[in-house]
């Protein structure tokens, strides 16, 4: 690939991202990480569930993150979770660094939640972070609620928690 032909102003426009996407071998990556991600490359079905590979690394790593043997993460669940409430696998990822921030920062508060309402509640606050834009695609605690099988009320109490563990630091 030529490097310098791909930062000549001249060939690309980089002020509109359609215009990046037709870089050379974009569509063919983007085509390989659909395919790996989610269950398939099949152009007439949405992409609203994760990989069964995929949610069963979430569902190990979720696990090991909140060892509680209460409500302790299932892949059914997490699968159900992640059809219903349309997780995406940059929400995940995003959800993984919350993780990973708190085993650093609050390992305390994963010693107490379970690792069901910790896969929940991270994947919903990383969906708030990415996709709300607060006017046409919003994320509401009642979907999640539902997503999860759980009540409003307790969504609620889950990401306060969440927030209030992930901004302490009790090292």
């Not at 426009?13 to 870089?23: G, K, M, V, W």
Request: aromatic share 12%; with cysteine; hydrophobic share 40%.
């Amino acid at each position: 690939m030529d490097f310098d032909a791909l930062f000549n102003e001249n060939t690309f426009q980089f002020s509109d991202f359609q215009e990046f996407t037709f870089l050379p071998g974009h569509q063919k990556l983007t085509e390989r990480v659909r395919k790996r991600l989610y269950y398939g490359l099949d152009k007439d079905v949405s992409l609203d569930a994760l990989s069964s590979p995929v949610t069963d690394i979430a569902v190990e790593i979720f696990q090991k993150s909140a060892p509680s043997p209460i409500r302790k993460l299932q892949k059914k669940y997490a699968a159900h979770v992640a059809r219903e409430a349309c997780i995406s696998p940059c929400a995940m990822m995003l959800a993984l660094v919350y993780i990973e921030r708190l085993r650093h920062r609050n390992p305390e508060y994963l010693q107490k939640i379970s690792s069901s309402d910790l896969f929940l509640i991270s994947m919903m606050v990383a969906s708030k972070y990415l996709y709300d834009e607060g006017e046409e695609e919003e994320v509401f605690n009642d979907e999640w609620g539902a997503a999860g099988k759980l009540d409003v009320q307790t969504i609620n109490n889950l990401e306060m928690s969440f927030l209030n563990a992930i901004v302490s630091d009790t090292m």
